[in-house]
């Protein structure tokens, strides 16, 4: 894949942003010991996990070794058995999915779960639905992916795979979270897209006001964003290191089926 590119916006909004809002590199979500179970089975097994500002961590594995309930766990969609979980400091782990949105967490689902029979518009609002009164949809949004201005009164569900996907990161952005979580970005989008949505996450780590985690099967893209990584097996994590370290690390060959 070609070099990191970095891009720079002219918009008034998208440069009143860029001032880091918290210290570069702190540590903005931290997993200690953390463990769920399914039934009998030991699906997360005493897992530790740092994601920090102005970084993008790579989460790697092969399918079905956690890293989807991971990220639930981390949102709140299923409880952990034991151990913590913080966000800039404070303790989530008890808290509602609900609530730690509002704290500052957007989450791009697996398979985009966008509403298809809602307009651009309307889904990209409904990113702002825990905001009070009518919060705008940021400018900036229509920046980093152009295609939704155009098609801001298109059904969500008349979109190609690609532009869902941007709606989706779109919508995630729309209330600017310290903590962006993805999972799966590039499943089923063209090349031209997945390079579109690479710049923008690196775009979105530079400007250090956010840490971004990704939980990602395509290694090469992987690799070309991963300022730090962690790879899964069996619901541990085996491997962690720095992203310029994983071709050296033989990460590639952690993952590969």
Request: with cysteine; aromatic share 6%.
């Amino acid at each position: 894949m070609a070099a990191k590119s970095t891009v720079t916006l002219q918009s008034p909004l998208f440069a009143a942003k860029a001032a880091p809002t918290c210290p570069s590199h702190a540590i903005m979500l931290e997993l200690k010991d953390v463990n769920q179970y399914y039934g009998g089975s030991h699906i997360l097994r005493n897992v530790a996990l740092e994601a920090k500002v102005g970084e993008i961590t790579v989460v790697l594995g092969r399918n079905g070794v956690g890293k989807t309930t991971l990220l639930k766990s981390i949102m709140g969609v299923v409880p952990i058995k034991s151990g913590s979980i913080t966000l800039d400091g404070q303790a989530i782990q008890k808290e509602t999915s609900y609530e730690r949105v509002r704290r500052g967490i957007g989450f791009v689902p697996q398979g985009r779960e966008i509403f298809g029979r809602l307009t651009v518009e309307d889904n990209l609002k409904m990113g702002l639905a825990y905001k009070s009164g009518r919060a705008p949809i940021p400018a900036e949004l229509f920046e980093l992916f152009p295609v939704l201005k155009q098609m801001l009164n298109r059904r969500g569900g008349d979109l190609s795979g690609g532009q869902q996907q941007q709606l989706a990161i779109a919508r995630a952005l729309a209330a600017n979270p310290k903590l962006l979580i993805l999972d799966e970005p590039t499943e089923g989008i063209q090349p031209s897209v997945i390079k579109d949505i690479g710049r923008v996450l690196r775009l979105l780590a530079d400007r250090k006001t956010m840490a971004i985690v990704l939980v990602e099967q395509y290694y090469d893209f992987a690799a070309e964003l991963a300022d730090q990584y962690v790879v899964m097996e069996r619901g541990e994590v085996i491997k962690r290191g720095r992203g310029a370290d994983m071709a050296a690390d033989g990460a590639r060959q952690l993952v590969s089926i």
